[in-house]
């Protein structure tokens, strides 16, 4: 049986009302601290704070230093001058024609007229590139692209088998040279290797146009030019047009272009292709021009907008502008530069 009463029950109270409490440390509970000042815990909170992670030894950053940083400035966009649009228009309309009739003139053992007008345009190249460009010993690089237009073009007629590992050739040739001229003059050897992609640039474009003459000489080259050339010439004009009366939404505000006008440059350029392939004999149907004439159309816009953007790239980084015509020039010529190799691809692959 336990008792009923507790064993406290009985004894006297303690003199101060308390009990005391063992010498040592409880069982269960820490022991207190022996030392310092008492610091309230609410004190303590607020003086911690919330912790945040620090990245590379950096202090960690408040609130209010974060509120305290300047805005980013904020680039105006660059104005959209519809008249230079317009123009630009033109321009590619007019080259685009000029490409395609140009074609039409070529036949068996008459290839000569075609390849005096691809050196036209192939010198059109030459100077708005160098122009826009600038690299260094301007008139070395002018000169040895010049001389490697002429060779290409040499070598696109007078080769027994129509093939491109002639072109190929003379381009390596020709970045080689321009490279090599560009070394022995020791003013511009501090920037040459500046110099090597502006070089390459301009060897490969002229060498590119060569590709339409390869193309003439090949069962149904001389169609497929036709195709992908007016769906370039269409997509780029209406490109540009579509700048000067919606350039939205803009793809950047240094650069005065739109996407509406890439998207309906290149969506219009495929539909006249397709249109040109239902009047065209065999190999040729809608569907097999519609697809070389997207590849080609695509391929000119792109290249005309990415020429925009190297121009705003310029500026951005403090060069002087250089003559405008070769700069508006420019885009265009690498558009159809860009296209003609394209369209000899595509009319290996798809015809």
């Known amino acids: 049986m336990f008792p ?11 003199p101060d009302g308390t009990r005391p409490q063992p010498v040592g440390p ?11 000042p008492a610091v309230d815990q609410d004190d303590r909170r607020e003086r911690s704070g919330p912790r945040r992670a620090r990245r590379g030894g950096e202090p960690a950053r408040r609130p209010d230093d974060e509120a305290a940083e300047p805005d980013e400035e904020v680039v105006p966009p660059v104005e959209v001058r519809r008249s230079l649009a317009v123009a630009v228009a ?8 000029g490409l395609v009739l140009g074609a039409q003139t070529s036949g068996p053992g008459h290839r000569l007229p075609f390849a005096f007008i691809i050196l036209g345009v192939q010198m059109l190249f030459v100077l708005s590139w160098t122009m826009a460009m600038r690299p260094p010993a301007v008139l070395l690089v002018a000169g040895v692209s010049v001389a490697t237009a002429i060779a290409a073009d040499a070598a696109a007629v007078q080769t027994d088998v129509a093939g491109l590992a002639p072109l190929g050739f003379v381009a390596v040739g020709g970045f080689v040279l321009g490279v090599l001229g560009q070394l022995v003059r020791r003013v511009d050897r501090v920037r040459v290797t500046d110099s090597l992609g502006g070089t390459l ?5 002229v060498v590119a146009f060569g590709t339409l003459i390869v193309l003439s000489r090949i069962p149904a080259g ?7 050339l007016t769906a370039s010439g269409v997509a780029l004009t209406v490109a540009r047009l579509t700048d000067a009366v919606a350039p939205w939404p803009r793809l950047a505000p240094q650069v005065p272009r739109g ?3 890439v998207v309906a440059g290149a969506m219009v350029g495929t539909l006249v292709s397709a249109l040109l392939g239902s009047y065209l004999v065999t190999p040729f149907t809608p569907t097999r021009a519609a697809i070389i004439g997207l590849v080609a159309a695509v391929a000119a816009v792109l290249a005309d907008l990415a020429v925009g953007y190297a121009e705003a790239g310029r500026l951005m980084a403090g060069e002087p502008p250089t003559m ?3 700069r508006h020039m420019q885009g265009p010529l690498g558009g159809f530069a860009l296209a003609a190799p394209a369209a000899y691809a595509m009319c290996k692959l798809v015809l």
């Open 4 to 14: 009923s009463s507790s064993p406290e029950t009985g004894r006297d109270p303690w």
């Open 26 to 36: 409880s069982r269960g509970q820490p022991p207190a601290p022996r030392g310092g």
């Open 90 to 97: 033109g321009f590619a309309a007019l080259l685009g024609v």
């Open 201 to 205: 640039l301009i060897v490969v474009g």
């Open 222 to 228: 001389t169609q497929a030019i036709t195709v992908c």
């Open 259 to 261: 996407a509406a006008g």
């Open 324 to 326: 405008w015509i070769a």
